[in-house]
């Protein structure tokens, strides 16, 4: 008797893509509760609301789990997470890095013919694609992607958009899974049995999921489905390693050498602070009796006592009076600092970016052209998703986004070699606007708005000067017009010249 074959998905094995009958999603009917241009994160009028709260993880869990990274990948993202929200030295490692980047782009058009290419179909297909750039703010939402990479390893992000509204919501990694690559981006997997946790949020997340969710309830097998490529981003920071790691996770463990050091320090401060007095009371050396009753002793002991304050100890004591200081070592006052320091060597960082004490600059020069490096792996991954989802929308005129390697830390060293390669009369005055921040299509609204609307430079005219003037205007006299004599090099220059015009 033959049995019926099943293909089951789990999230060890590719999952099942389960798309149904081809169907355009009409994104005016996407999301009736505020057509995509605003999304519902938390329900205030709910009191199911979900607490997020962090535990706090021993320096013992983080060599645990670093002994087998691949199996204990979400509790080292956990850990990630909460020393990020919980440590300002890892917070800021995390944004130094995050924040470098400007996302500055340029638009250019490839595999063209420019002998047969329709001009106004060109100009046509080139605001397309600005439009829809814009639309996008990739420079807010780039930053978010980073900032999630660098401290979780992969962002999973889902679109939503209408004509003049565009965000990317991030989703919830443990319920996520890189499935598959097309045109060398990664596509992932959800598991829907995420909505039988929250229902309240199937709503929420739009029509693409409630068809699938449906068909995870017809079918339990197909828990985990493909999502639409065409709505999802997906960016790993380490994509040599198939499972996720934070990126950083080799300096965890350092984090908890500094606040250790810390705890010590103020300790060693608390003692040397410090103070301990010693009451003697007189006795008879042949006898040993007390000279002094011991209540009455004690009676100035309890008065001594009351106005002390408190880094100053007591003792009642028939030995001589004496005081005690606890006094730290010297040596291990900068034993924070060698623990800070030895944090960021750790990260392939210098602590001069941090460290205002110190400067260096040949040598931060190179550092951090060397962490520049590592984001621009980064802008080259984002760049081709920008580059996939242009490709859905060219038509015969291609056109394809670059990303110019610009951080805040070479803009002006960039735009100094854009310009000096337009005066050199090099394809790169777009460049160069871009280089300082203006778009594409910031550039051509400023143009037509500066030259056509305003008329700037027909109505702002520079003030007269001798830089702007020539002798015959009323410019600089010479010396020669102030009756002055001229001197002897400037003569036979004069000279010269009127000898060559002869």
């Not at 996520?176 to 709503?203: H, M, R, V, W």
């Not at 580059?387 to 859905?392: C, G, L, P, S, V």
Request: with cysteine; net charge negative; proline share 3%.
């Amino acid at each position: 008797m033959a049995t019926k074959k099943t293909n089951k998905s789990t999230p060890q094995n590719k999952p099942i893509s389960t798309t149904p009958p081809k169907k355009e999603f009409d994104l005016s009917n996407m999301l009736n509760f505020a057509k995509l241009s605003k999304l519902i994160l938390r329900d205030l009028e709910k009191n199911n609301k979900i607490q997020t709260f962090f535990s706090k993880y021993t320096k013992a869990d983080i060599i645990k789990y670093l002994k087998n990274p691949e199996l204990n990948a979400k509790q080292l993202r956990d850990i990630s997470i909460y020393l990020y929200n919980a440590s300002s030295h890892y917070k800021r490692l995390i944004l130094y890095f995050a924040r470098m980047l400007l996302f500055y782009y340029i638009v250019v058009p490839f595999r063209i013919d420019i002998e047969k290419v329709d001009k106004n179909k060109f100009k046509n297909q080139y605001k397309k694609i600005l439009d829809l750039l814009e639309n996008m703010n990739l420079q807010h939402e780039f930053i978010k992607i980073t900032t999630t990479i660098l401290r979780e390893d992969i962002f999973y992000g889902y679109e939503y958009s209408t004509k003049d509204s565009y965000f990317i919501q991030k989703l919830n990694p443990d319920y996520c899974q890189i499935s598959s690559i097309e045109d060398g981006c990664f596509n992932f997997a959800f598991d829907f049995n995420y909505f039988k946790t929250y229902p309240e949020k199937l709503k929420q997340y739009g029509e693409e999921f409630e068809e699938k969710y449906n068909i995870y309830k017809a079918n339990s097998e197909l828990r985990w489905q493909e999502l639409d490529s065409k709505r999802t981003i997906c960016i790993k920071m380490s994509e040599d390693i198939e499972f996720p790691v934070p990126f950083f996770v080799g300096v965890l463990e350092s984090l908890y050498d500094i606040e250790d050091f810390k705890a010590l320090k103020k300790a060693k401060t608390e003692i040397g602070n410090y103070k301990m007095l010693s009451l003697q009371i007189p006795f008879d050396k042949e006898t040993g009796d007390f000279l002094i009753d011991l209540d009455i002793a004690k009676e100035y002991y309890r008065q001594m006592g009351s106005v002390l304050p408190e880094n100053i100890g007591l003792v009642l004591s028939p030995m001589d009076i004496k005081d005690f200081d606890f006094e730290k070592d010297k040596a291990d006052q900068d034993n924070v600092s060698d623990a800070v320091r030895d944090y960021y060597s750790s990260a392939g960082v210098s602590d001069l970016l941090f460290n205002s004490e110190k400067s260096s600059s040949n040598s931060l020069k190179l550092s951090i052209d060397n962490d520049s490096s590592i984001m621009f792996a980064v802008l080259r991954s984002l760049e081709r998703w920008v580059n996939r989802k242009i490709k859905q929308e060219s038509g015969v005129i291609k056109f394809k986004c670059l990303f110019l390697d610009i951080t805040k830390y070479n803009q002006k060293e960039f735009y100094e070699n854009c310009l000096k390669g337009s005066q050199a009369s090099l394809p790169m005055k777009t460049m160069s606007c871009v280089s300082m921040g203006i778009s594409q299509s910031d550039m051509t609204g400023l143009n037509f708005l500066e030259t056509e609307i305003l008329e700037i430079q027909d109505k702002f005219i520079p003030l007269q000067s001798s830089h702007t003037q020539s002798a015959d205007d009323g410019g600089r006299p010479s010396n020669s017009d102030k009756d002055l004599p001229v001197e002897k090099g400037t003569e036979e220059q004069q000279e010269n010249g009127s000898n060559e015009d002869r």
